[in-house]
């Protein structure tokens, strides 16, 4: 199955932007859906946003509609998640993860392949 790496973290100041990238390899990139979960020390890990495998229908958490974004280019074996008007409250480490069942992209819970995650600090 593909393996996933995750970049873009970085410290920035509360109104900023950041937009991670995850980068797949070792399988077939296009027919997996894919996720982003963050993981706030001491909280429990949760999803924020998914996309079909074809990149044509995408799932948003309502505290993240209007400030996250979530795409892919499967020509790149890539996902991002653009992200806006950064708070303190979304300093967490963000991780992306890979689901083999076309038909359940939207249940974080299915979400089985992690990457290693990337650490987001807004002050």
């Known amino acids: 199955h593909v393996q996933l790496v995750e970049s873009g973290g970085d410290s920035v100041q509360a109104g900023g932007s950041l937009r991670l990238s995850c980068t797949a390899s070792g399988g077939d990139f296009s027919r997996y859906c894919m996720a982003w979960f963050r993981q706030s020390p001491g909280k429990e890990r949760e999803g924020l946003a998914a996309?079909?495998?074809?990149?044509?229908?995408?799932y948003i958490e309502n505290f993240a509609k209007g400030r996250f974004t979530i795409s892919r280019d499967n020509a790149k074996n890539t996902l991002w998640l653009q992200m806006n008007d950064l708070k303190p409250e979304d300093t967490a480490m963000y991780y992306c993860?890979?689901?083999?069942?076309?038909?359940?992209?939207?249940?974080?819970?299915?979400?089985?392949?992690w990457g290693r995650g990337t650490q987001v600090t807004v002050s």
């Open positions: 993860a890979a689901n083999a069942d076309f038909r359940r992209c939207p249940y974080y819970a299915d979400y089985h392949i």
């Open positions: 996309i079909s495998h074809a990149g044509g229908t995408t």
